[in-house]
C-alpha cells in the first residue's frame, strides 16, 4: 500500500498533538495542484498495489477547491482517500461554504469529522487557537444541515473527567452518525513533547466510566486497549517480547510519503520526511516508480530509528521506569518512542 500526503492548502490549527506538522504554512498554487494531481495519476500507473493519496491537511482551505476535488475524483491509478476531518476554522469562514460541501457531495465524498479535545477552554488550547471549539460544532451542525455525514472523534487528554459533560452536551446538540475514541500516538517529531503534560492516564480512563456508554463506546474494550498502551506495558514489552532491534526491523508493507506546496515529492509521512525525491512536476516518473519500488515500508515509525544507533533494552527500561507507568499512548509503538525521546535518540527524519 502506497499512500501520498497531498499538502494542499495548510491548517488552522496547532494542535499540540500534532504528528503531521500542521499549522498555518503555504498553499499549492491551483494551476500546481491540478498538474501535480495528473503526474500523481501516471506515477502511480508505474507502482504496484494499492495507490492512492490524501488532500491534507485542511484543504478546505483552498480558494479553487471544487476543480482541485472534481479532479482528484476523476484519477485511474489513483485514488484520492477522503479523510473529511475539518478543524471548521477554515470551512466556517467561507463565504461559499455551501457551495464546497455540495462540491464534495458531487464528488462522491460524504462524510465529514470534526476532532473535539474537550470543553471550549480546554479544546482551544489545545488546538492553540481561539473560538475553535466554536468553529468546530458550527462546521458539524453546518455540515449536517447540508446533507453530510458528520463524525466526532473525543480525543482524550487529562481534562476529559472534568469537561465530560460537556462533551456529552455537545453529542447531544451535534448528533453525530459516528463517534470515535481516539487516544493521541507518541511519535519522533520534534513537537511531540508539547502534549506530554496533557497526556491522560489509565486513572483518567477509570473516570469516565459511564461517560464512555454515553459516548457509544465500548468501554470494557477500551480499558483493555488502553492497558495494553501503557508505559508499564512497554516496559513489560522489552523484557519478555522482541527486542527493540528485532522489533524495529520487521518488514513492513505500507509506505508513505508527502507532497509539498512546493510540488516536491518525499519520503515518510508528513512531518516526518526522510529524503526528497525531487519536484513531481518535472521529476523522470518511470525512473522515480523504480526508486519508490525499492523503498521499505515505513507505517511504524520504527523505521525512521537506525538500528545501529538504537540503545540497548535495559538502558531504555531503566529510562521507562523514570516516566509515569500508566500514562496511555495511542498503542504501544507510541510508548516506545516516548521513552527513545527521553533519550534523545536520533532519527533519520530531516529537520
Ligand atoms: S488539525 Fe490536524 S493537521 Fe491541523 S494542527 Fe491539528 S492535528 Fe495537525
Redesign the pocket.
Known sequence: MINVDFLLAS?????K??Y????PGPMMPVGDALACIERLDALAAHLPGDVSFTL???PVNHPCLGQILRMAAQTRHIENYHHG?T?GVGLMARPDKAAVVQAYLECGYETFGV?LHGGPAHHNEI?RRRNAYEAAIAAGKFLKAHGAKLDVSLMLNRFFPADADMLTAAMEDLQPDYIYFAIPIFTPHRNMLDFEPYRASMETLRQLRGYLLEWRQDEAAILKKAEQSTISAAIAHLRCGPGLRERFSQAQDELYLTLHPDCKLYVGNSGAESRCLGDLRSIDLKAAAEQIRSLPGNRDYGAYYDAGRLPEDGALIETLEKLPPGQIYGDLPSAIYRGLAEMGVPTNIIR
Not at 503531521?20 to 499549522?23: D, I, L, P, Q
Request: proline fraction near 0%; include cysteine.
Open positions: 491548517c488552522n490549527t496547532r494542535c498533538h500534532c503531521v506538522n500542521g499549522g491534507d491537511h485542511e476531518m478543524t476532532t488546538v
